[in-house]
DNA sequence: ACTAAGGCGAGACAAACTGTACCATCTCTG
DNA sequence: CAGAGATGGTACAGTTTGTCTCGCCTTAGT
């Protein structure tokens, strides 16, 4: 036998410089860019290695999504109080959304409504966040900060979606105090004090 | 002289035919879609017509957009309590990005990122809802309704940021129910009682 | 180090798509 | 009715897409 796929280094090293180029492409261009022929030149390697790859387009997109997947938030630490620890991690987010990742999600949202499989992608990657902040939400429902009635997925929702909004369809750069004064309004209704 | 470009029936009876035919491209099968060979085929056009019409793609895209614009919400009758009136327009909202207009919205964010002229078309698409809202807030502050030291526009963005959380990024049905508790869970700790 | 398996580079190729030009025909305006 | 102009249909060159082949190079196992 000859060597796995996904151990061969020749084809790890020709694989990363090609999705390098398709990331740099998508980001400068948007997903129109990201062609076979254009992968190939921006990485310089042939074309036809670009279709070895990936027989369609919409793969690459999908690679490239999956290996840009690394949208982890550390959980921060227990001592803060609820409002804080809210803050911290839709901080983080925010800049998040500010760089690459953004732009990226744009281009998701765009194709997820017409391609299953890139919105089985979006669904995943968009799970991460969301996520950790529930989780971040239900332990202060446990631990008496929040309301005991609190509706977790709904109040997960009313502190991410006003971020979103701004960032995809306003176009607004999220500043720090923006997330600050979104949880505040969004969580001291839910304070027992 | 002869007719204006403008108001020639012949010229707007093949340019509405070239924009159902786009539109419908466009709901179908994303902005890919919509190419100069599509629509022709589809509208029963010459080719050539429709690049007299639209040089570039985007144009068709554009042309799209400000045609759709009619994202016209019905202010609701003032008898209604605050909440009342806030749900019922952001049910109309929700109703709509439920349709094409959900779509055609996906397709904006994906293009508005990289292309600059899509995006001021956004801009204006997108402020008439939110401003019709603001509108129904401040008059809500002014009425008594609602707390003099409420921020209308994050008000704004936290009653609609979550529906296009949930319609364009999670792509979940937005129901009656979720509007509810949303505007409930959102407006009443500005109310007075 | 040697060898066989297999990925890669380079090019050829047909097919489809893009953008433009031309002209005969049809439609509109005055 | 007549002229201006828009459309249909076709032709054309240039580009892009997808597939194939062949010789070279890297890799894994001996």
């Known amino acids: 036998m000859k060597a796995d796929k996904k151990t061969n280094p020749q084809v790890q090293r020709t694989r990363e410089l090609m999705l390098d180029a398709a990331a740099d492409l998508l980001s400068r261009g948007g997903p129109e860019a990201v062609t076979h022929l254009h992968v190939g030149e921006e990485a310089g390697v042939a074309r036809a290695t670009v279709y070895r790859h990936w027989p369609n387009r919409a793969d690459i997109l999908l690679d490239l999504l999956h290996r840009g997947a690394s949208m982890d938030f550390e959980p921060p630490s227990v001592d803060l109080p609820i409002e804080k620890r809210v803050a911290e991690g839709l901080l983080a987010a925010a800049g998040a959304l500010g760089g690459a990742a953004g732009r990226t999600l744009s281009a998701m949202v765009g194709l997820a409504e017409w391609d299953a499989e890139v919105s089985a992608a979006l669904e995943q990657l968009t799970?991460?966040?969301?996520?950790l902040l529930r989780q971040m939400l239900a332990a202060g429902v446990e631990a008496g900060e929040l309301a005991a009635d609190t509706d977790v997925d709904l109040l997960a929702d009313r502190l991410i979606g006003p971020l979103f909004l701004r960032r995809l369809l306003y176009h607004d750069v999220l500043t720090d105090a923006y997330v600050e004064r979104?949880?505040?309004?969004?969580?001291s209704p839910h304070l027992p004090n």
Chains 1, 2 share one sequence.
């Open 127 to 131: 799970e991460a966040g969301p996520r």
């Open 182 to 187: 979104l949880v505040a309004a969004t969580l």
